[in-house]
T-cell receptor, first 116, second 114 residues
Framework: DTGVSQDPRHKITKRGQNVTFRCDPI?????LYWYRQTLGQGPEFLTY????????KSRLLSDRFSAERPKGSFSTLEIQRTEQGDSAMYLC??????????????FGNGTRLTVT | DQQVKQNSPSLSVQEGRISILNCDYT??????FLWYKKYPAEGPTFLIS?????DKNEDGRFTVFLNKSAKHLSLHIVPSQPGDSAVYFC?????????????FGQGTTLQVKP
């Protein structure tokens, strides 16, 4: 179990640029989640996948955000035309669902985005 | 609309004593609750959980209590250790099959003094 891996750890970009983050979940986990955390707040749900299917998107996920999980393994989160309000920690998590209750989420260490 | 609230931003306790972290929720549909611990520069780590059909769950030094009528849960750490110093988040979800979509509180920073 190598854990959930996120890349990059830090990203600084100028307003208006596009950015893409990658998440590699724990290999046997079939669910993958994206959360966003701002200073002083808990993580907020953005979206999740079961295998390659994106099953739910939060209202927080504007049209500038898109997430993919093309082969049911790693996932990417892209933000187009970044705004200063997008500055946050973006957390990826994965879990295995094979019982009535999911296994708890295992989080990666996050990608910290700073938009200048 | 904060559905899960941790009203104490910080807590300081002496090593060996009990730490009690509190969490309140407003959505009566929540049926699964979790506590996560977060160290700086790391992602949250699962600590302990409880289903709404129970009122207590224990794992080593950690015990979670659920009071459904008061919509309140608490995490007890006994005895507290300096390594427990971290930010603690409570989280809740609706529906046992969708426990990955969590609503988190704002977090409480616990400091355990040697």
């Amino acid at each position: 179990d190598t854990g959930v891996s996120q890349d990059p750890r830090h990203k600084i970009t100028k307003r208006g640029q596009n950015v893409t983050f990658r998440c590699d979940p724990i290999s046997e986990h079939n669910r993958l989640y994206w959360y966003r955390q701002t200073l002083g707040q808990g993580p907020e749900f953005l979206t999740y996948f079961q295998n390659e299917a994106q099953l739910e998107k939060s209202r927080l996920l504007s049209d500038r955000f898109s997430a993919e999980r093309p082969k049911g393994s790693f996932s990417t989160l892209e933000i187009q035309r970044t705004e200063q309000g997008d500055s946050a920690m973006y957390l990826c998590a994965s879990s295995r669902q094979d019982r009535p209750y999911n296994s708890p989420l295992h989080f990666g260490n996050g990608t910290r985005l700073t938009v200048t | 609309d904060q559905q899960v609230k941790q009203n104490s931003p910080s807590l300081s306790v002496q090593e060996g004593r009990i730490s009690i972290l509190n969490c309140d929720y407003t959505n009566s549909m929540f049926d699964y609750f979790l506590w996560y611990k977060k160290y700086p520069a790391e992602g949250p780590t699962f600590l302990i959980s409880i289903s709404s059909i129970k009122d207590k769950n224990e794992d080593g030094r950690f015990t979670v209590f659920l009071n459904k009528s008061a919509k309140h849960l608490s995490l007890h750490i006994v005895p507290s250790q300096p390594g427990d110093s971290a930010v603690y988040f409570c989280a809740a979800s609706v529906g046992s099959s969708n426990t990955g979509k969590l609503i988190f509180g704002q977090g409480t920073t616990l400091q355990v003094k040697p």
